[in-house]
């Protein structure tokens, strides 16, 4: 199973973006998904997760308010939508999945990560 995010860039504080991600493979099913983020010298963080039926989702607490975590009708599909930016908020997002496979049964898989950069 591969995780592709796409969506990042370049934009002004105050400016949007909106990241995709997208599993593919074979036999698999994706239970809760979620964002995290990653800025230099910093440990991940969490961003935001979505459960299967997108009926509960969790933020952290510095994009409370300004992100919108969504998923796609075909669930193995996720969004972000970021709106007021800030330079605090640049970041290597990463889009992560929990997958059930029948070749492997149950497991975490990571995206390789979009790089969102705000400028002040």
């Known amino acids: 199973v591969q995780l592709m995010e796409s969506g990042g860039g370049s934009v002004q504080a105050g400016g949007s973006l909106a990241l995709s991600c997208a599993a593919s493979?074979?036999?698999?099913?994706?239970?809760?998904m979620g964002w995290y983020r990653q800025a230099p010298g910093k440990q991940r963080e969490l961003v935001a997760t979505?459960?299967?039926?997108?009926?509960?989702?969790n933020y952290g607490d510095p994009v409370k308010g300004r992100f919108t975590i969504s998923r796609g009708r075909a669930k193995n599909t996720m969004y972000l939508q970021m709106n007021n930016l800030k330079p605090e908020d640049t970041a290597v997002y990463y889009c992560?999945?929990?997958?059930?496979?029948?070749?492997?049964?149950?497991?975490?898989?990571w995206g390789q990560g979009t790089q969102v950069t705000v400028s002040s």
């Open positions: 979505i459960t299967s039926g997108g009926d509960n989702t």
């Open positions: 493979g074979r036999h698999f099913s994706i239970n809760a």
């Open positions: 992560k999945a929990e997958v059930f496979t029948v070749a492997a049964g149950e497991g975490d898989y």
